[in-house]
């Protein structure tokens, strides 16, 4: 549990009915519009609060206990809309709803923080555009699809199959509405304690896995202003032997695909070829994006990056799944572009943040590997490494994993 003044409060079982998965959006209605109607409110509440912010240092206690209950029912709608909570809300935000949000009460702010808040919240709306749509409601920002709702648009026919809504889908979107919670909280002065991505302390807890792809995350937060700034050229020669390599992979696909269907497992040789094919790739991602620092060899060695997919050994596989492994593949590569959405984000801050003060902030590092993780579990499920789908949403560090990993950094200094 960390001390930061939003946190998310999870209670939800992942039971859910049918009938209300399959009405959900038209369920919703009414409350969309009392959202609608609230935030109108809202933004006329936040105006009044930036001016009083600005005069008395701290937010007054009636305005911020306003916009805290405006906030926690915008939670509880979109975590009932995106299928993150079964029971129907009420209108009132009141705490105790099934993913539920607390607001520290009104504390001191700095004077500058609260006279630009509105510049200085641009970076955490790209990213919570990247995480949920539309957040920061009241201020008629629309970020268009983000995680959150791809996860929840596949979790819709999950739910409909087992009347349960998978943990890493639906952890995925708590992630998704811890941050949107902090960003508003953020915006409408109410703290001005900058959102944390880091989504190890998005949840107060997350599953311990052992996956047959998993992925270990070292190396240091420090960044090289030079390598920062030419990263794209830099990762030029990657890049090109990644996308050659990329063929030859394609190629062994087909055929590992064939040698699966009739052995029931992936020849060694065609396992261990592809194997390095995704190590490779995740290390270049991990170069590209800034989540790890060092240049990458050209091998895709086990144990050669900070960034590092732990891949098994060929296993039996169902050879049902085998036959069709590129259906089966589809609802994964879907969310696996939207992953890809939020690593194009964390790039952009973490290039700016790496020229500024020569580091990668926590949050953006950690935030960047969730979705390399994702993306080789993806590749290695499609490619036949394995058998396991991928696992959606953020986990437990491994034992070994440096404690930075799980580390939050000081509050006092802006994280994203």
Do not use: C
Not at 160 to 173: F, K, N, T, V, Y
Not at 231 to 238: E, G, Q, V, Y
Not at 301 to 324: G, H, K
């Amino acid at each position: 549990m960390n001390d930061r003044p939003v946190q998310l409060i999870l209670n939800d079982d992942m039971q859910r009915s049918r009938l209300s998965v399959f009405f959900r959006l038209l369920l919703a209605i009414p409350h969309l519009i009392w959202l609608a109607l609230w935030g109108i409110l809202a933004g006329m509440a936040v105006i009044v609060n930036w001016f009083a912010t600005l005069i008395a240092g701290r937010s007054p206690d009636g305005l911020h206990e306003f916009l805290a209950a405006y906030i926690r029912y915008a939670i509880h709608v979109t975590a009932y809309l995106l299928l993150a909570a079964e029971p129907f809300p009420d209108f009132l935000g009141k705490p105790g709803y099934p993913v539920d949000v607390t607001i520290a009460p009104s504390q001191p702010q700095n004077r500058w923080k609260v006279g630009f808040r509105i510049v200085l919240a641009l970076p955490a709306a790209l990213i919570g555009g990247a995480l949920v749509s539309g957040s920061a409601r009241s201020y008629g920002v629309n970020y268009g699809y983000g995680l959150a709702a791809a996860a929840a648009f596949l979790g819709w026919f999950a739910a409909l199959a087992q009347a349960r809504l998978p943990r890493g889908l639906r952890d995925l979107i708590a992630y998704g509405l811890s941050y949107s919670a902090q960003l508003d909280a953020y915006l409408f002065l109410l703290t001005d304690v900058y959102p944390d991505s880091n989504p190890l302390t998005a949840l107060t807890e997350l599953p311990a896995r052992t996956d047959t792809i998993d992925l270990e995350v070292g190396g240091e937060l420090e960044r090289s202003r030079v390598t920062v700034f030419f990263r794209l050229l830099l990762a030029i020669p990657h890049l090109i032997w990644v996308s050659l390599w990329g063929i030859a992979a394609f190629v062994a696909l087909i055929v590992n695909w064939f040698a699966t269907l009739i052995a029931g497992a992936s020849p060694p040789a065609l396992h261990d070829f592809l194997a390095a094919y995704v190590r490779y790739r995740t290390h270049v991602l991990a170069y590209l994006f800034l989540i790890a620092e060092p240049f990458p060899q050209f091998t895709g060695r086990p144990a050669s990056y900070p960034i590092e997919p732990r891949i098994a050994e060929a296993r039996e596989q169902s050879r049902w799944t085998v036959l069709f492994r590129a259906f089966l593949a589809l609802p994964a590569i879907l969310l696996e572009g939207a992953y890809g959405s939020l690593l194009l984000v964390v790039a952009l801050l973490g290039w700016f943040a790496g020229l500024a003060t020569g580091r990668m902030p926590l949050g953006l590092r950690n935030a960047g590997a969730l979705a390399l993780r994702y993306s080789a579990q993806t590749d290695g499920y499609a490619l036949l490494l394995t058998d396991a789908y991928p696992y959606s949403g953020p986990v437990r560090p491994p034992a070994g994993v440096p404690a930075s990993l799980a580390a939050t950094e000081p509050l006092a200094e802006p994280t994203v």
